[in-house]
């Protein structure tokens, strides 16, 4: 069975910095591309990054560009993003999803605020 | 970036309804489409990929049409698990975007 679990989410202060990670199992980590997507309270669903299944090819939407990185482990079938530079407007939650999107975490809820 | 708009925001239905949601891109994205159903408190659904495949796993009573800038997102016969918000996405390029969402509501 497929599974993605985010970890890392919290509360962090406006400027600060924080690693949301997605722990993968049931499929070959190493050979899919994943994402990064956020929704925030109320709101629509936003895709914030891409990164292919080597590491080879990053994407990054404008909103969060510079000041958030994605990354993998694939021995640790693990995705990763950092952000720093938080603000207010990066409170959402954080879903990492595969390839196409097909499968999904859970999501990990991210709060900016002082 | 390719803008994706979704039509309408908000949709009053009854169970056995026939639905149908419109999604209209920016540009030509060929069948770069995906559709999504999310659930309160849950993780978007993928439901059409490719703008008509139906996802394994996906009742029968979904389907997606369309092609180049203007798609749409069929229930033939809704049922109560059906009220949620739906999600069109365009994999054309990124960035990748979402529709704002169309959200099904009990009439």
């Known amino acids: 069975e497929v599974q993605l679990v985010e970890s890392g989410g919290g509360l962090v202060q406006p400027g600060g910095s924080l690693r949301v990670s997605c722990a993968a199992s049931g499929f070959i980590f190493s050979r899919y591309s994943m994402n990064w997507v956020r929704q925030a309270p109320g709101k629509g669903l936003e895709w914030i990054s891409y990164i292919n299944s080597s590491s080879g090819a990053i994407y990054y939407a404008d909103s969060v560009k510079g000041r958030f990185t994605i990354s993998r482990d694939n021995a640790k079938n693990s995705l990763y993003l950092q952000m720093n530079s938080l603000r207010d407007e990066d409170t959402a939650v954080y879903y990492c999803?595969?390839?196409?999107?097909?499968?999904w975490g859970r999501g990990a809820l991210v709060t900016v605020s002082s | 970036d390719i803008q994706m708009t979704q039509s309408p925001s908000t949709l009053s239905t009854s169970v056995g309804d026939r639905v149908t949601i419109t999604c209209r891109a920016s540009q030509n994205i060929d069948s770069w489409l995906a559709w999504y159903q999310q659930k309160p408190g849950k993780a978007p659904n993928l439901l059409i990929y490719?703008?008509?495949n139906l996802e394994s796993g996906v009742p029968s009573r979904f389907s997606g049409s369309g092609s180049g800038t203007e798609f749409t997102l069929t229930i033939s016969s809704l049922r109560p698990d059906d009220f949620a918000t739906y999600y069109c996405?365009?994999?054309?390029?990124?960035?990748?975007?979402f529709g704002q969402g169309t959200k099904l509501e009990i009439k």
């Open positions: 996405q365009q994999y054309n390029s990124y960035p990748y975007t």
């Open positions: 490719m703008a008509s």
């Open positions: 999803a595969r390839g196409l999107m097909d499968y």
